[in-house]
Structure formats: C-alpha cells, structure tokens
C-alpha cells in the first residue's frame, strides 16, 4: 500500500515571491509520481509527473519537482508565484504496475497576496 | 466531448433518497476510475473498471455503492439510502490504456448533498 503525506494544509506567499510545497510518500512498490492542481468548483488538472529519468521535472504554468529517492519525496516549486496560482495542490502516486489507482495526499492550498 | 463529463455537476439529495451519477469518459478510454473527495481532504479511490469489467472495487464505503459500466464507455454510480456522510464531491477520470497508465484525466465532478 501506498501514502503520501503533504506537510502544508496552507501556504501563504505574496505575488512574485518563490514557493515550494512538500510532499513525502511510502510505498513498497515501485511508483510513478504526480502534483495535481485544482481550481475552485474544478476537477483536477495534471501539473507533472515523473516516470523515469531525470529526477527534476518540469511541468505547465512554471512549476517544477525533484524526486528525491532517498528521501522518499516529490516537492513542488515555483521560482515567482502569480494571482492566478491560487488553488489546492495535491500530490499523488500510483504503482508502476497494474491499474495506476492513485493514492493523493491531503492536500495545500496555496494563496497569493498581493 | 473533448474532456470527461460528469453529470449532474450538483446534487441535494434528502436523507434515504437513492441517487445516480453519470460520468461520460473521453471516447476510446480503456481504464476509469471513481473517486469520493470530502470536504477538505483529497480524493480517495473508490473503484476502477477495465472497459466493462470492475477489477477493483475494495474503496467503496459500503454496500450501498454500486458502480456499472456496462458497454464499455459511459459509467454510473449509484448510492442507495442516502446518509448524511456520502456528502463529497464523486470525481471520475479516465485514462487511455488498461495498464502502464501515466495520466488520468479528471471530469469537474458531481458535488453530492445529503440534507
């Protein structure tokens, strides 16, 4: 079984400022690793995933994660934040193998002050 | 569509009331999943069927879930006796391929209210 733990329920930042937002997972299997954005009354949107290969991972709207084996974690970056970055973050893994459920954390939502 | 459609996008339901929730995957998706997201935390699996065949339905709360997608395309799911705790928003998502999947793509979700 899988779990990912994202240490932030909130994180404020002001406009233009950089942000990162943790996330931690466990897992006996190999997994593949996703952020996910949502916007208000939204479904879920796909910011990036990493499969395999390099372990920094470039994604839409300038974001950015490292995979990070060793520390078992996936952190999401962003060198200078906009208004409209303003949403819940949700990290996610799904094992390599069989059906890719995933398993998301709880969640950060992110708001920009300007 | 060009994207995954939920319907309808809002739900009230009274308590013991029996409800159905219509998800019309991306045409041509092998894989679909459900997801039951409460208020404030993120989404959790429900179930997953494989074109017309559910492979996996251990997250289902209980048995008053039932899930169907009987030709392959367009899936249900249906809650029986209502409680005030199926209160969520239900996500569908859909991906291209049986297995080795890589992105799962989301519908905007069906928000259920039990009153």
């Known amino acids: 079984a899988q779990s990912v733990t994202q240490l932030d329920s909130q994180v404020p930042v002001f406009e233009e400022a950089p942000v990162e937002l943790r996330c931690n997972y466990s897992?006996?299997?190999?997994?593949?690793l996703f952020w996910y954005v949502q916007y208000p009354n939204q479904g879920l949107q796909l910011l990036l995933k990493?499969?395999?290969?390099?372990?920094l991972v470039k994604g839409i709207n300038g974001f950015e994660a490292e995979f990070n084996k060793s520390q078992t974690s996936f952190h999401l970056r962003k060198p200078s934040v906009h208004i409209s970055d303003t949403a819940e973050y949700f990290c996610a893994v799904s094992e390599t193998q069989g059906a890719q459920k995933l398993v998301f954390g709880q969640g950060t939502r992110l708001t920009i002050n300007p | 569509g060009a994207g995954v459609s939920q319907s309808p996008r809002y739900k009230v339901a009274k308590r013991g009331q029996d409800v159905a929730l219509r998800c019309d995957p991306i045409s041509g998706h092998v894989s679909l999943f459900w997801y039951q997201q409460a208020l404030g935390q993120g989404p959790e699996f429900l179930t997953y069927f494989q074109n017309e065949a559910q492979l996996d339905k251990s997250g289902l709360p209980s048995d008053r879930f039932f899930a169907e997608r009987p030709e392959g395309s367009v899936s249900t799911l249906k809650i029986q006796r209502t409680q005030q705790e199926d209160s969520a928003v239900y996500l569908c998502?859909?991906?291209?391929?049986?297995?080795?999947?890589?992105?799962?793509?989301f519908g905007q979700g069906t928000r259920l209210t039990v009153v």
């Open positions: 990493y499969l395999s290969g390099s372990t």
């Open positions: 897992s006996s299997v190999s997994v593949y």
């Open positions: 998502a859909s991906s291209p391929r049986g297995t080795t999947n890589t992105e799962a793509f």
